[in-house]
């Protein structure tokens, strides 16, 4: 009997690690700026338009504005943010995606889980850089 052999596994590990850098370095030069992109199409509104997040948190966002929605907190979860650590990045943008997948299937306690997760001040204070 053939036993897998460790060190195959090992490069397979190796290789895996060594795209996900790829992936991670093409983000971070990327030209556009998906966090941006993201905060103005759903965060941002004009002055008495109640932006997509506000709708959400709501229960009135449309399934298509929840799965745009969606499809942009992914890129969030990959982005590169401005300012703080890494984990906590991902432990906030994991929980927003967490919970706008939620409201997109209508689970019952999403909404108050997307409010807790899209607070704009407890992710800009440390995200977000200073504004002179
Ligand atoms: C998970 C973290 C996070 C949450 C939650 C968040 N933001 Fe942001 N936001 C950022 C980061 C990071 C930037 C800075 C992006 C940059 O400068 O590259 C930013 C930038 C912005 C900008 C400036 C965009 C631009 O074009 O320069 C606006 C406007 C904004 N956020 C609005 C909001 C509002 C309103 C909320 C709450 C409803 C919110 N954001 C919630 C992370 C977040």
Do not use: Q
């Not at 929605?69 to 890494?86: C, N």
């Not at 906030?92 to 997760?117: M, N, R, S, V």
Request: net charge positive; aromatic share 4%.
């Amino acid at each position: 009997m053939k036993s897998s052999t460790p060190r195959t596994s090992a490069l397979l590990v190796a290789a895996l690690v060594s795209a996900c850098g790829l992936v991670w370095h093409v983000n971070a030069d990327e030209a556009s700026n998906p966090i941006k992109e993201s905060m103005k199409a759903f965060h941002k509104a004009p002055k008495g338009v109640d932006p997509v997040c506000k709708k959400a948190g709501d229960g009135k966002a449309s399934a298509e504005e929840l799965s745009k929605l969606v499809a942009s907190y992914k890129t969030l979860i990959s982005a590169k943010p401005p300012r703080g650590d890494e984990a906590s990045w991902k432990a906030k943008t994991t929980a927003l995606l967490a919970a706008a997948e939620g409201l997109k299937i209508g689970a019952p306690d999403a909404a108050a889980k997307y409010k807790e997760a899209v607070n704009c001040k407890a992710c800009h204070s440390v995200h977000k850089p200073e504004t002179k």
